[in-house]
């Protein structure tokens, strides 16, 4: 954050020295730096009251003893070395988002940014794109084609992006071999998923790939948000609902990316993400009755907000993309400390089913034993007024045959046997004409 100025011009409120205290000080508390902290405490100092300043202050040297220690921690632990250029596993990235937040465009960035020089494999999960702006490692339109799964199923667009998308995640296992594969020389693993985003976070596809993904690899969800579109105070509580349903869904690290901003400043969301009064005051301004749920909803999301890693960039300039990638850092390490046990447990349960399966149909083998009859009844479906005994498995052998005891007959005739002689033939004098030819030509 270079300055404050947009914020204060953004809320006319705090104008008032005694609403904007509080406010500089949540601000200040919250940002990312030491040194914006002490940008925000010199503005307030000039701004506000002496004796409410001295305590603000305080609160604001307290977070920073804290994020002093944690500065150490994560020195210790190394926690941006947690994306390591030898590690063999990717992080994965899963972007998600409304259709035309900039999904694309985003991952067109990550695939040519060039962060600590460590690369980035790409893929493409949409099956309906024409074209895509980047270099796709892995392209779901190579796998399956759209246009004729609707057709062959009569469907619209969104059946057939389903259909598709179920169709491939039958395949996932394989694409996580390929990633693995990839760890070699990449650290990154993008991920670009539909634009209609219901279609992947609610459908059983979008839960398979998610999960495969987050029990192999560390998996951050990603959440595109178009900041022109969410200057409104309902469409961006829409918006914040949707990431909040993700989030609480699939139960991985997520962070909100706030694109767009070389059209529009993203520090009034965040202002709205920090300071509960003033995003409650841009509501005031709304006189419908989606204001009145938005403010009932706004208590609830003040919780969603409180850990949430959030940053503002433009794809199509790469600002803040530098800012993402610390966030996916800190996300790696929520990922090992606090969801890497529970994907662990649920890749160990998952096999054992597997196996419990397994052992299942081996052990009805060896009761039953080789030889036992199959229960017709359980493998073809009753026909009406039809016994089962009326239905017989066919002799695989000439039904007008007359063979008895399965004594095999020489269907060979004299004439075939005329026939292959004649082919050999030729094919012997083609041979030896072929070498004679090469002969020739070796001496010329
Ligand atoms: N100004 C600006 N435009 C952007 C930015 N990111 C994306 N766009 C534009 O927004 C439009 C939609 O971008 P896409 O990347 O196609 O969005 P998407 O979310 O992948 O769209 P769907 O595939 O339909 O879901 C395009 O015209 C982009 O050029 C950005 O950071 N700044």
Redesign the pocket.
């Known amino acids: 954050m270079n300055s404050l100025s947009p914020i204060l011009r953004h809320n006319s409120k705090l104008q008032s020295p005694s609403l904007l205290t509080p406010f500089l000080c949540n601000l200040a508390v919250a940002a990312g730096s030491a040194a914006t902290r002490s940008l925000i405490a010199t503005k307030m100092a000039s701004l506000c009251r002496p004796e409410e300043v001295a305590l603000r202050k305080q609160q604001i040297t307290m977070t920073d003893a804290t994020t002093s220690l944690n500065d150490k921690t994560m020195d210790t632990n190394d926690d941006s070395n947690l994306i390591k250029k030898d590690s063999k596993t990717p992080v994965c990235l899963l972007v998600l988002?409304?259709?035309?937040?900039?999904?694309?465009?985003?991952?067109?960035?990550l695939s040519s940014y060039n962060y600590q020089q460590l690369k980035t494999y790409t893929i493409n999960l949409?099956p309906?794109?024409k074209e895509t702006?980047y270099h796709a490692h892995i392209d779901i339109r190579d796998t399956v084609n759209y246009k004729e799964v609707m057709k062959k199923y009569k469907l619209g667009p969104n059946g057939g992006i389903v259909t598709a998308l179920n169709m491939f995640s039958t395949k996932f296992v394989d694409v996580v071999s390929l990633i693995e594969k990839a760890g070699k020389d990449y650290n990154f693993c993008v991920i670009?998923?539909?634009?209609?985003?219901e279609v992947f976070t609610w459908s059983a596809s979008g839960t398979i790939i998610t999960e495969t993904l987050s029990t192999s690899f560390p998996t951050i969800i990603v959440y595109?948000m178009?900041v022109?579109r969410s200057t409104n105070p309902t469409t961006f509580m829409s918006n914040m609902l949707y990431a909040c349903s993700i989030l609480y869904k699939s139960q991985l690290p997520f962070i909100v990316v706030i694109?767009?901003?070389?059209?529009q400043d993203h520090l009034f969301a965040m202002e709205w993400m920090m300071d509960f009064e003033s995003f409650q005051e841009a509501l005031e301004k709304e006189t419908t009755y989606v204001s009145n749920l938005s403010r009932t909803m706004s208590l609830t999301l003040d919780e969603f907000y409180r850990d949430l890693k959030c940053c503002g960039?433009?794809?199509?300039?790469g600002s803040g993309i530098a800012e993402f990638y610390d966030q996916v850092a800190k996300g790696v390490l929520e990922y090992e400390q606090d969801y890497k046990q529970q994907y662990e447990l649920l890749k160990a349960k998952k096999l054992k089913e597997m196996s419990n399966i397994n052992e299942e149909r081996l052990s009805k083998i060896q009761v039953q034993g080789p030889g036992t009859p199959v229960e017709l009844n359980s493998l073809v479906a009753q026909t009406p007024n039809k016994e089962a005994s009326d239905i017989w498995l066919k002799n695989p052998g000439n039904e007008s045959s007359d063979d008895e005891g399965g004594e095999e007959e020489n269907h060979n005739t004299v004439g075939d046997d005329e026939m292959e002689e004649t082919d050999f033939r030729s094919f012997v004098k083609k041979r030896h004409d072929a070498q004679m030819e090469k002969a020739k030509n070796i001496e010329k």
Do not use: H, L, Y
């Open positions: 988002g409304m259709a035309g937040s900039g999904k694309t465009e985003f991952v067109k960035r949409d309906a794109c702006p670009d998923t539909p634009g209609q985003i595109v178009d022109v694109n767009k901003i070389d059209v960039v433009s794809a199509k300039t």
